[in-house]
Nanobody
Framework: QVQLVESGGGLVQPGGSLRLSCAASGNIFSINTMGWYRQAPGKERELVATMTNVGSTKYADSVKGRFTISRDNAKNTVYLQMGSLKPEDTAVYYC????????????WGQGTQVTVSS
C-alpha cells in the first residue's frame, strides 16, 4: 500500500499563491501517476493536475497558466504551485497516487483545505 501525506493548504487572498506538497511512502510502483484533485462544496471531485513518472502532465482547463505541478522522485513527493488564486479555487485538495491501471492500485490523501477569500 501507499501512504500520502499532504501539507500546504490554508487561507489566502485572491491573487495570492500557495504551494501544496504530498509525500508518498510505502510500496511505490515505478510506473505511476501522482497529482491533485479537488472537491468544492456541492460539487464533484475534479482533476486539477497530474504528472506521470516520466514527466507527462495534465491540467484542468480552469487552472492552466496559473498552477504548476512538479515532482521530486528522490523524495517521492509531488507539488502543486498555485498562483493567481481565485475564490472559485476554494476546495479540499486531495493528493492522488495511481499505479499501473491493470493493478487497480490507487490511493488518496486525506485532503487539505484551500480557501481563497478577501
Amino acid at each position: 500500500q501507499v501512504q500520502l501525506v499532504e501539507s500546504g493548504g490554508g487561507l489566502v487572498q485572491p491573487g495570492g499563491s500557495l504551494r501544496l506538497s504530498c509525500a508518498a511512502s510505502g510500496n511505490i510502483f515505478s510506473i505511476n501517476t501522482m497529482g491533485w484533485y479537488r472537491q468544492a462544496p456541492g460539487k464533484e471531485r475534479e482533476l486539477v493536475a497530474t504528472m506521470t513518472n516520466v514527466g507527462s502532465t495534465k491540467y484542468a482547463d480552469s487552472v492552466k497558466g496559473r498552477f504548476t505541478i512538479s515532482r521530486d522522485n528522490a523524495k517521492n513527493t509531488v507539488y502543486l504551485q498555485m498562483g493567481s488564486l481565485k475564490p472559485e479555487d476554494t476546495a479540499v485538495y486531495y493528493c492522488s497516487y495511481k499505479g499501473p491501471t491493470r493493478l487497480n492500485y490507487d490511493y488518496w490523501g486525506q485532503g487539505t483545505q484551500v480557501t481563497v477569500s478577501s
